[in-house]
Antibody, heavy 123, light 107 residues
Framework: QVQLVQSGAEVKKPGASVKVSCKAS????????IYWVRQAPGQRLEWMGW????????QNSQKFQGRVTITRDTSASTAYMELSSLISEDTAVYYC????????????????WGQGTLVTVSS | EIVMTQSPATLSVSPGERATLSCRAS??????LAWYQQKPGQAPRLLIY???TRATGIPARFSGSGSGTEFTLTISSLQSEDFAVYYC?????????FGQGTKVEIK
């Protein structure tokens, strides 16, 4: 079965960077996109960006332009999201997610999600 | 960006009753609309995509309708496990955007 397993919780100081990993299993990693979505406490879900795990192309939300970097390691079937210049408002649970194959493996809604990684930004 | 607005913010329903949740898009998203269920401490779960197609394993009591800018999620007879927060999401345009959620609570 499809599984996305994320790295553990992080505590960072303002101005630092954080890198979250998402290890995929149960499907052909390079045949799908991986998206990153975050959820601040009590807030709606917020799309951050995505990577074509096949060719490595990425697209990020303009809100995070210049601060977010999404990469992947095909040999490890793992995607990564790095967020830099952290501020307190970046405190959130960060999720990776995979599109459902029933619409598009690149652009569709998400039927598989990681368990979430809590990133806390505090001085 | 397309703004997704859900109503109501909170819906109080008794078990066995029907629940109707609404989602409005600030511009047309065609039928590229999904619904998710999220319980505390869990990742969202895909319920509906294409505005009206149930995802794999989703019970028939969940149904979606609408197109363009107005969408509805209906839960025909609420079960105890259905009390959660529900989000709509458009995947017609970039950036992908979500509604603010509707909390379905026990009356």
């Amino acid at each position: 079965q499809v599984q996305l397993v994320q790295s553990g919780a992080e505590v960072k100081k303002p101005g630092a960077s954080v890198k979250v990993s998402c290890k995929a299993s149960g499907y052909t990693f390079t045949s799908y996109a991986i998206y990153w979505v975050r959820q601040a406490p009590g807030q709606r879900l917020e799309w951050m960006g995505w990577i074509n795990a096949g060719n490595g192309d990425t697209q990020n939300s303009q809100k995070f332009q210049g601060r977010v970097t999404i990469t992947r390691d095909t040999s490890a079937s793992t995607a990564y999201m790095e967020l830099s210049s952290l501020i307190s408002e970046d405190t959130a649970v960060y999720y990776c997610a995979r599109p459902t194959p029933y619409t598009s493996s690149w652009y569709g809604p998400f039927d598989s999600w990681g368990q979430g990684t809590l990133v806390t930004v505090s001085s | 960006e397309i703004v997704m607005t859900q109503s109501p913010a909170t819906l109080s329903v008794s078990p066995g009753e029907r629940a109707t949740l609404s989602c409005r898009a600030s511009q047309s998203v065609s039928s590229n609309l999904a619904w998710y269920q999220q319980k505390p401490g869990q990742a969202p779960r895909l319920l509906i995509y294409g505005a009206s197609t149930r995802a794999t394993g989703i019970p028939a009591r969940f149904s979606g309708s609408g197109s363009g800018t107005e969408f509805t999620l209906t839960i025909s007879s609420l079960q105890s496990e259905d009390f959660a927060v529900y989000y709509c999401q458009q995947y017609n345009d970039w950036p992908r955007t979500f509604g603010q959620g509707t909390k379905v609570e026990i009356k």
